[in-house]
Nanobody, 115 residues
Framework: QVQLVESGGGLVQSGGSLRLSCAAS????????MAWYRQAPGKQRELVAA???????DYADSVKGRFTISRDNAKNMVYLQMNSLKPEDTAVYYC?????????WGRGTQVTVSS
């Protein structure tokens, strides 16, 4: 069974940075197209960063230029470097497949950005 464990969230001031990590217990991790999502209170979960089938990366307009997705296939890890954080980035962040099919969701990691 696939298990996703996100970590690295916390409380940070506006303009600050955080690096999120996701450990994936899954076979053939290097072949998986991974992504980061977030869900803010009262809102639907949204895709914020993803690898593409060509191996490049793609970002939501709201985070472009501030967030960077990366991975370490040897460790079955995917990361999200978040810089210049804004209060509107406050959400629970999750990693998963880039879709349309996803694995069972992990617990996520809470990111709170204070103004």
């Amino acid at each position: 069974q696939v298990q996703l464990v996100e970590s690295g969230g916390g409380l940070v001031q506006s303009g600050g940075s955080l690096r999120l990590s996701c450990a994936a217990s899954v076979a053939f991790f290097n072949m998986r197209i991974m992504a980061w999502y977030r869900q803010a209170p009262g809102k639907q979960r949204e895709l914020v960063a993803a690898f593409t089938t060509s191996g490049s990366t793609d970002y939501a307009d709201s985070v472009k230029g501030r967030f960077t997705i990366s991975r370490d296939n040897a460790k079955n890890m995917v990361y999200l470097q978040m810089n210049s954080l804004k209060p509107e980035d406050t959400a629970v962040y999750y990693c998963n497949l880039a879709g349309p099919t996803t694995w069972p969701w992990g617990r996520g990691t809470q990111v709170t950005v204070s103004s």
